[in-house]
Nanobody, 126 residues
Framework: QVQLVESGGGLVQAGDSLRLSCAAS????????MGWFRQAPGREREFVAG????????KYGNSAKGRFTISKDNAKNEVYLQMNALKPEDTAVYYC???????????????????WGQGTQVTVSA
């Protein structure tokens, strides 16, 4: 059974940095893509960043470009989201997700992802 466990969220001030981690277990993920999504109150869940586990293809959502970096540690089965220059509008619950479809691309649609973590809250104060 696939398990995704996020950690690293918290309360920070605008301009600070955070690194989120997602520990994946229960499956061999070599053919998967891993994604980070976020959902703010009253808003749709949106794609933040994704990475293809085997070939390392990376894609960023518009909100992440230039400030966030996604990376992975194959040995630890972990995926990270380094978030710099945080803004109050980055406040949301951040979710890790896994797309089991093979390929070299990274899907951005929420419906493409098969497994989800419970989420970690990120709050950025002005």
């Amino acid at each position: 059974q696939v398990q995704l466990v996020e950690s690293g969220g918290g309360l920070v001030q605008a301009g600070d940095s955070l690194r989120l981690s997602c520990a994946a277990s229960g499956r061999t993920f070599s053919n998967y893509a891993m994604g980070w999504f976020r959902q703010a109150p009253g808003r749709e869940r949106e794609f933040v960043a994704g990475i293809r586990w085997s070939v390392g293809t990376i894609k960023y959502g518009n909100s992440a470009k230039g400030r966030f970096t996604i990376s992975k540690d194959n040995a630890k089965n972990e995926v990270y989201l380094q978030m710099n220059a945080l803004k109050p509008e980055d406040t949301a619950v951040y979710y890790c997700a896994a797309d089991r479809a093979g390929g070299t691309y990274v899907n951005t649609a929420r419906s493409s992802y098969d497994y989800w973590g419970q989420g970690t809250q990120v709050t950025v104060s002005a």
